[in-house]
Protein backbone atom coordinates (compact mmCIF):
# COMPACT_ATOMS: atom_id res chain seq x y z
CA UNK A 1 0.00 0.00 0.00
CA UNK A 2 1.07 3.57 -0.90
CA UNK A 3 2.59 5.21 2.32
CA UNK A 4 0.40 8.26 1.67
CA UNK A 5 -2.82 6.52 1.52
CA UNK A 6 -1.81 5.15 4.65
CA UNK A 7 -1.73 8.34 6.04
CA UNK A 8 -4.69 9.94 3.84
CA UNK A 9 -6.71 6.03 5.54
CA UNK A 10 -5.91 7.87 9.28
CA UNK A 11 -6.57 11.43 9.18
CA UNK A 12 -10.01 10.53 7.43
CA UNK A 13 -10.04 8.08 10.21
CA UNK A 14 -10.20 11.11 12.84
CA UNK A 15 -10.24 14.87 13.29
CA UNK A 16 -8.06 15.67 16.57
CA UNK A 17 -4.63 15.51 14.72
CA UNK A 18 -3.28 15.35 11.22
CA UNK A 19 -0.11 13.54 10.26
CA UNK A 20 1.74 15.07 7.32
CA UNK A 21 4.30 13.70 4.99
CA UNK A 22 6.98 16.07 4.48
CA UNK A 23 9.71 14.03 2.15
CA UNK A 24 13.45 15.36 2.10
CA UNK A 25 15.25 16.11 -1.13
CA UNK A 26 16.31 13.65 -3.24
CA UNK A 27 19.97 14.05 -2.05
CA UNK A 28 19.16 13.23 1.57
CA UNK A 29 19.77 9.73 1.48
CA UNK A 30 23.09 10.53 0.06
CA UNK A 31 24.34 13.16 2.54
CA UNK A 32 23.41 10.50 5.19
CA UNK A 33 25.17 8.13 3.97
CA UNK A 34 28.88 10.13 3.48
CA UNK A 35 27.83 11.54 6.92
CA UNK A 36 27.84 8.30 8.47
CA UNK A 37 31.66 7.64 7.59
CA UNK A 38 32.64 9.97 10.03
CA UNK A 39 31.73 11.29 13.17
CA UNK A 40 33.32 13.89 15.25
CA UNK A 41 29.76 15.82 16.01
CA UNK A 42 28.24 17.57 19.11
CA UNK A 43 26.16 14.73 19.93
CA UNK A 44 28.16 11.86 20.09
CA UNK A 45 27.15 10.19 16.84
CA UNK A 46 30.51 8.19 15.91
CA UNK A 47 29.81 4.70 15.44
CA UNK A 48 26.47 5.64 13.55
CA UNK A 49 25.59 3.64 10.57
CA UNK A 50 22.19 3.45 10.26
CA UNK A 51 19.52 6.79 10.63
CA UNK A 52 15.93 6.73 10.68
CA UNK A 53 13.92 10.44 11.29
CA UNK A 54 9.91 11.12 11.55
CA UNK A 55 8.28 14.35 12.56
CA UNK A 56 4.68 14.50 13.13
CA UNK A 57 2.38 17.72 13.56
CA UNK A 58 0.51 16.51 16.48
CA UNK A 59 -1.80 19.30 17.66
CA UNK A 60 -3.51 19.27 20.84
CA UNK A 61 -7.46 19.39 20.76
CA UNK A 62 -8.69 23.16 22.23
CA UNK A 63 -9.72 22.64 25.59
CA UNK A 64 -10.10 18.68 25.77
CA UNK A 65 -7.05 15.87 26.07
CA UNK A 66 -3.79 15.97 27.32
CA UNK A 67 -0.28 16.34 25.49
CA UNK A 68 1.07 12.91 24.58
CA UNK A 69 3.07 11.22 27.05
CA UNK A 70 6.01 8.49 26.10
CA UNK A 71 7.12 8.55 29.71
CA UNK A 72 3.73 6.13 30.13
CA UNK A 73 4.19 4.10 27.48
CA UNK A 74 3.84 0.03 27.83
CA UNK A 75 7.39 -0.70 26.52
CA UNK A 76 8.41 -4.77 25.42
CA UNK A 77 11.72 -5.39 23.78
CA UNK A 78 13.24 -2.36 24.70
CA UNK A 79 15.27 -1.10 28.14
CA UNK A 80 14.01 2.72 28.25
CA UNK A 81 17.10 4.10 29.87
CA UNK A 82 15.94 7.96 29.31
CA UNK A 83 12.63 8.86 30.81
CA UNK A 84 12.08 12.89 30.47
CA UNK A 85 8.93 15.12 31.09
CA UNK A 86 7.82 18.30 31.49
CA UNK A 87 5.15 21.09 31.01
CA UNK A 88 4.21 20.44 27.60
CA UNK A 89 6.80 17.59 26.68
CA UNK A 90 8.19 14.20 27.57
CA UNK A 91 10.42 11.70 25.61
CA UNK A 92 11.93 8.38 26.01
CA UNK A 93 15.27 7.03 24.88
CA UNK A 94 15.09 2.41 24.71
CA UNK A 95 18.06 0.76 24.24
CA UNK A 96 17.60 -3.16 22.68
CA UNK A 97 17.32 -5.25 26.08
CA UNK A 98 20.41 -7.55 26.99
CA UNK A 99 23.10 -5.90 24.85
CA UNK A 100 26.42 -5.57 25.90
CA UNK A 101 26.62 -2.41 23.47
CA UNK A 102 24.76 0.12 22.34
CA UNK A 103 23.76 -1.01 18.50
CA UNK A 104 20.09 0.45 18.53
CA UNK A 105 18.30 3.04 19.89
CA UNK A 106 15.06 4.71 19.53
CA UNK A 107 14.08 7.99 21.16
CA UNK A 108 10.09 8.75 20.86
CA UNK A 109 9.33 12.63 22.12
CA UNK A 110 6.28 14.78 21.67
CA UNK A 111 5.98 18.44 22.01
CA UNK A 112 3.13 20.30 22.72
CA UNK A 113 2.28 20.40 18.93
CA UNK A 114 4.67 17.96 17.54
CA UNK A 115 6.39 14.27 17.99
CA UNK A 116 9.37 13.04 16.99
CA UNK A 117 10.51 9.02 16.00
CA UNK A 118 14.41 8.62 16.17
CA UNK A 119 16.12 5.35 15.47
CA UNK A 120 19.96 5.10 15.17
CA UNK A 121 22.10 2.14 14.70
CA UNK A 122 25.31 1.50 14.76
CA UNK A 123 28.19 0.79 17.53
CA UNK A 124 26.82 3.63 19.67
CA UNK A 125 28.50 5.68 22.71
CA UNK A 126 27.04 4.86 26.07
CA UNK A 127 26.81 8.67 26.15
CA UNK A 128 24.50 9.14 23.51
CA UNK A 129 21.08 8.29 25.38
CA UNK A 130 21.59 11.06 27.70
CA UNK A 131 22.81 13.32 25.54
CA UNK A 132 19.61 12.79 22.91
CA UNK A 133 17.74 13.09 26.52
CA UNK A 134 19.63 16.62 27.48
CA UNK A 135 19.15 17.75 23.74
CA UNK A 136 15.08 17.09 24.25
CA UNK A 137 14.74 18.85 27.04
CA UNK A 138 16.26 21.69 25.92
CA UNK A 139 15.11 22.10 21.91
CA UNK A 140 12.14 20.17 21.76
CA UNK A 141 11.23 17.53 19.13
CA UNK A 142 11.65 20.26 16.31
CA UNK A 143 15.19 21.83 17.40
CA UNK A 144 16.34 18.05 18.27
CA UNK A 145 15.49 17.02 14.62
CA UNK A 146 17.33 20.00 13.03
CA UNK A 147 20.21 19.28 15.17
CA UNK A 148 20.37 15.48 14.38
CA UNK A 149 19.75 16.61 10.52
CA UNK A 150 22.65 18.98 10.99
CA UNK A 151 25.41 17.31 12.58
CA UNK A 152 24.18 13.34 10.67
CA UNK A 153 24.20 15.35 7.42
CA UNK A 154 27.83 17.74 8.70
CA UNK A 155 25.49 20.67 7.26
CA UNK A 156 26.93 23.55 9.79
Do not use: C
Not at 6 to 14: C, F, G, P, Y
Not at 29 to 46: M, R
Not at 76 to 99: F, I
Amino acid sequence: MDFQLVLDQINSSQNEFEIVHEPAPADYYTKIQTALAGGGSALPLAGLTGFDLALYEVPLPRGQGAPLDFTRMPIRGWDPVVRTRGPGRSAVVLVREGRATIDDLVLLGAGESAAIYARLRGTLSPDLPRALGSAFESRGPEGLRDELVREVTGQR
